[in-house]
């Protein structure tokens, strides 16, 4: 089992920035996990969309073409922390951003086992 907290969203101004943090937890998680660190988001109306994901051993990263550029996904090996920096936030980033890890990878939702409970990010025009 693996438990994942987000934090970090908020209302910020169009060109701003935010952070997002995506703590990680339970018996099936460590530092030597294989599993891929994937943010998505959701906006109202709209289906789940894959925004960024990063393989934890390997720090392997892929992005969406609309995010790529200004966002940024990391971690912290001591803190079994996965972030997304984003920056130049524009109107159309606002969703609830959802972090989830799986150990198939990939841009489907489907292939994701392990999800938290999202943090809404707001970008004001």
């Known amino acids: 089992q693996v438990h994942l907290v987000e934090t970090g969203g908020g209302l910020v101004q169009a060109g701003g920035s935010l952070r997002l943090s995506c703590a990680a937890s339970?018996?099936?998680?460590?530092?030597?996990?294989?599993?891929?660190m994937c943010w998505f988001r959701q906006a109202p109306g709209k289906e789940r969309e894959f925004v960024a994901v990063l393989r934890w051993t390997t720090r392997f990263t892929y992005y969406i073409d609309s995010v790529k550029g200004r966002f940024t996904i990391s971690r912290d090996n001591a803190k079994n922390t996965v972030y997304l920096e984003m920056n130049s936030l524009k109107p159309e980033d606002t969703a609830v951003y959802y972090c989830a890890a799986g150990l198939a990878g990939g841009v489907g939702a489907t292939e994701y086992e392990y999800w938290g409970q999202g943090t809404q990010v707001t970008i004001s025009s």
């Open positions: 339970g018996r099936a998680f460590s530092a030597s996990s294989n599993y891929y």
